[in-house]
């Protein structure tokens, strides 16, 4: 690229230098041509009022020569040299495309090139005029050497290449630091970009600016870090599918080989039966989140107008049965009818999920344990509150909760108070209202009991 770049400004001053000596050496030219065609109709003027004194003629166009630093000829009619500075000429019959131009009336001017050497050639006639006459008596023919021209232009083009080459040496310097600060952080990125490629994932760049560059590079660090994030709760979820997963096989492993050593009666093998029949119930619920987890971005809504508050008291008296075997009391305040547009099964997918993890992290120490249902119509929203006294949430660990695999019972909580639960319940929970557009918060403190807000735009 910068080989390229470079070619593009060494073309670029090429054309340009060309195009300067062309037109000043062009302009060059015609003030040569009107300065001679000046001396010429001078002489031509001249010659008319001396033509009966040869020598004062002659003596004239000698002058006029020196000063010109030209050749002047005065041509009679027939094309005979009647006078030349030079005295070469003199008597003999000369012609060419500027004298024929002159005798015959026209000023005209051209260049030859002779033995090497640029030649300007301009004529005009010499007329005369008798009465109401005018007759051409002769031409002035002028003869003057370019070479002091072309050696003017040629000491200016051997300057304009000098400078071009320092200029060009500056450029190309300037465009090499320029391409290189505007390179590097690209070999950086790609440096980066490579390493994540390679399952370096979180790797980071440190960022050099605020420009479009720097831009980019706090983009890919951005998106190595959630890379890295989501990588981490990938082992994570599966660390903990594969630990759910291995404590009922186990289970299951033992209850079948103790059928199998001992002679047990059928009283035994069907309390054996029910509790191998719990554990694959267990493993068919892992599964089934587990199924879930993955479709989390697959969901297509079916969206339709329904009534929140019918989709409320439904997922409430769903729930009231277990939340009583559990010792929860599920209490429900709502306003009249508030229509919504939203996946009906969808939304009780998130409010079973919800009122579920508010009865499953209830506090056995709480001797009335409730969940407090309300939903409330405002201007231009609708809040749902989902409040319990149960066992709360570290206010460290509220940021994680969304997040597929995060589980409160591996952090603050001990797994000994016997609540199962797989790290992708609030997952699906975000995932379905990010779908809908609806938002939703969470107030917990521990040992105090969450709040779960959801935030429903009308």
């Not at 096989?249 to 199998?260: C, G, N, P």
């Amino acid at each position: 690229m910068f080989i390229a770049y470079s070619l593009i400004i060494i073309l670029a001053f090429s054309i340009f230098g060309l195009l300067i000596m062309n037109n000043y050496k062009d302009m060059r030219i015609k003030n040569v041509r009107v300065r001679l065609f000046q001396t010429a109709n001078i002489v031509a003027d001249t010659y008319k009022a001396n033509m009966e004194d040869i020598v004062s003629a002659k003596f004239m166009v000698k002058s006029y020569g020196q000063q010109s630093d030209s050749r002047i000829l005065i041509i009679d009619i027939d094309g005979n040299v009647l006078i030349d500075n030079h005295n070469t000429f003199v008597g003999q019959t000369l012609d060419n495309h500027e004298i024929r131009e002159g005798l015959g009336g026209r000023s005209s001017s051209s260049i030859y090139t002779m033995n090497g050497e640029e030649v300007l050639h301009i004529s005009v006639p010499i007329t005369k005029t008798d009465g109401l006459e005018t007759r051409i008596i002769g031409a002035v023919l002028i003869s003057s050497s370019m070479s002091s021209l072309n050696q003017d232009i040629g000491e200016l083009r051997d300057g304009m290449f000098k400078i071009a080459i320092s200029a060009l040496i500056v450029s190309l310097a300037l465009a090499a630091i320029l391409a290189n600060r505007i390179t590097e952080p690209l070999r950086i990125l790609s440096h980066g970009v490579a390493r994540l490629s390679s399952g370096d994932l979180g790797f980071s760049i440190e960022k050099g600016g605020e420009d479009e560059i720097g831009q980019l590079i706090q983009s890919f660090n951005d998106m190595s870090h959630k890379l890295h994030s989501i990588e981490h709760n990938r082992k994570v979820f599966i660390n903990s599918i594969s630990h759910e997963l291995r404590t009922p096989l186990t289970s299951i492993r033992a209850l079948i080989d103790s059928l199998l050593i001992d002679d047990s009666p059928p009283s035994v093998y069907r309390e054996y039966m029910k509790d191998i029949y719990g554990e694959t119930e267990r493993m068919e619920g892992l599964v089934h989140y587990l199924t879930t987890s993955i479709k989390l971005e697959d969901i297509v809504l079916d969206l339709k107008t329904h009534d929140i508050n019918e989709i409320l008291q439904d997922a409430i008296d769903f729930m009231n049965p277990y939340a009583k075997k559990m010792g929860v009391e599920i209490q429900f305040a709502g306003t009249g009818p508030s229509m919504v547009e939203c996946d009906r099964s969808r939304i009780k997918e998130v409010l079973f999920n919800l009122i579920d993890n508010s009865i499953k992290y209830r506090d056995a120490r709480e001797t009335n344990s409730y969940v407090l249902v309300e939903s409330k119509a405002l201007e231009d929203h609708i809040l749902i509150d989902i409040e319990d006294n149960g066992l709360g949430i570290d206010k460290d660990d509220i940021p994680n909760i969304f997040e597929g695999g995060f589980r409160v019972l591996d952090r603050t909580i001990l797994k000994t108070n016997g609540v199962k639960g797989y790290g992708i319940g609030l997952a699906i929970v975000k995932n379905i209202l990010d779908k809908h557009n609806w938002a939703i918060s969470v107030e917990s403190s521990l040992g105090l009991g969450s709040r779960f807000t959801i935030t429903i735009p009308i």
